[in-house]
């Protein structure tokens, strides 16, 4: 079973993007880190004990990758928006066994005692228009959730709009069990997160 991890906020520059999200949430933002095989950077948001937010960007300082970044971010354009989400699970290549063609491969990835292993598409494009979550194994017991200050933000509620809103549910369903996820119809895909904020609600 998958359970979330994480929310990605992509953005065409960090900076903005952080500034963006902390004016919604009215909270600063975590420094995150540096992501050297991909050439991204991010800032965090604590969701609670077990779950982050990530606003994420390319990195202008870092060095590209050999194929399309991950999140797609190589043909992000616009302001911030949720455009992501990630689930753990506790082994990746069985995962992988049973998800849809195209989640993708998985990489070996660490920033200090953080070591995990992703799973990238080979085109940066998750399947059903991004809106399949992207996979991850933590090794460990190292996890960036605990080490935030916990500002009393969490996910209420994580909207998946998709022209293909039967065949993404029957895709899930066997897969991840969370009262928060709402996959509807909707002519374009896109992703819609709402949370609960001590100074009332705030959707991305």
């Known amino acids: ?23 919604a949430f009215g ?6 880190g540096v992501h050297p095989h991909m050439g991204t950077h991010n800032r965090l948001l604590s969701l609670g004990p077990d779950e982050y937010l990530e606003v994420i960007a390319i990195d202008p300082e870092g060095t590209a990758p050999n194929q399309p970044r991950w999140f ?5 354009d616009g302001p911030a928006r949720c455009t992501n989400w990630i689930c753990r699970v506790p082994d990746l290549d069985l995962a992988l066994q049973a998800a849809p063609q195209g989640a993708g491969r998985p990489w ?4 200090g005692d953080l070591s995990w292993r992703m799973a990238i598409p080979t085109d940066g494009k998750l399947p059903f228009g991004g809106l399949f979550p992207a996979l991850i194994q933590w090794n460990g017991t190292a996890h960036p959730a605990p080490r935030l200050a916990d500002a009393g933000v969490r996910l209420s509620a994580l909207h998946l709009i998709s022209p293909d ?12 069990d969370d009262p928060r996820l709402v996959i509807v119809a909707g002519d374009t895909p896109a992703i ?13």
Do not use: C, K, W
């Open 27 to 32: 909270l600063p933002l975590a420094n995150g």
């Open 165 to 176: 809103a039967d065949a993404l549910q029957a895709t899930l369903a066997p897969l991840i």
């Open 1 to 23: 079973m998958l359970s979330l991890d994480h929310i990605a906020i992509a953005t065409t520059a960090l900076a903005a993007g952080t500034a963006d999200v902390e004016a």
């Open 192 to 204: 819609r997160a709402t949370f609960a904020t001590p100074s009332g609600p705030v959707t991305l």
């Open 108 to 111: 070996d990835l660490a920033r």
């Open 72 to 76: 797609d971010l190589d043909n992000f």
